[in-house]
């Protein structure tokens, strides 16, 4: 697994669906992984840019799985569906399809966080609405977590 750091950012859509990543996010990336990427639906209600890295682990797993079982023929191919290869150009921008735009219902705002080579894509308003939690919030979510009752803690399942 590679070293990659995490991050959140804000940004504006550009005309057309095009995207800027940010100096800051690229700098916390490898040199060799800033300009290529897989845009692929996200496991959650948002986009995910994939490095080539981890995009390759990725596909390395979907490739472990035995594809004469319908339900992982139905993820794989739920996964691939709208799998696109982008690359960005010299301002560090690409451009997100449009129908990965209105399937996640991204307009003017993302939220973009990093983590270890997977950027996820959300649209501002919804990720704020799903993640926004209290300071007490956040603790009993903590405390739950690290004592292993997160399991019947409500909205807490498996995302990966």
């Given at each position: 697994?590679?070293?990659?750091?995490y991050g959140y950012w804000e940004v504006a859509i550009?005309?057309?669906g095009r995207i800027k990543l940010p100096t800051a996010l690229l700098?916390?990336?490898?040199?060799?992984?800033r300009k290529?990427?897989?845009l692929t639906h996200g496991f959650g209600n948002?986009?995910?840019?994939?490095?080539?890295?981890?995009?390759?682990?990725?596909?390395?797993?979907?490739?472990?799985?035995?594809?004469?079982?319908i339900a992982v023929k139905k993820y794989r191919n739920a996964f691939l569906r709208n799998t696109t290869s982008v690359e960005c150009d010299?301002?560090?921008?690409f451009v997100i399809p449009k129908?990965?735009?209105?399937q996640y219902e991204i307009e003017r705002e993302v939220v973009l966080l990093l983590d270890n080579g997977k950027?996820?894509?959300w649209n501002s308003e919804k990720y704020h609405s799903e993640y926004a939690m209290t300071p007490e919030e956040l603790n009993e979510l903590n405390e739950a977590i690290h004592t292993g009752g997160y399991k019947n803690v409500e909205g807490c399942h498996d995302v990966s």
């Open positions: 697994m590679s070293n990659f750091d550009e005309k057309h700098k916390s990336l490898p040199e060799n992984s290529k990427f897989w948002h986009i995910m840019l994939w490095t080539e890295e981890s995009y390759l682990e990725q596909m390395d797993f979907l490739n472990s799985l035995n594809r004469n079982i010299a301002q560090d921008r129908s990965l735009l209105e950027i996820e894509i």
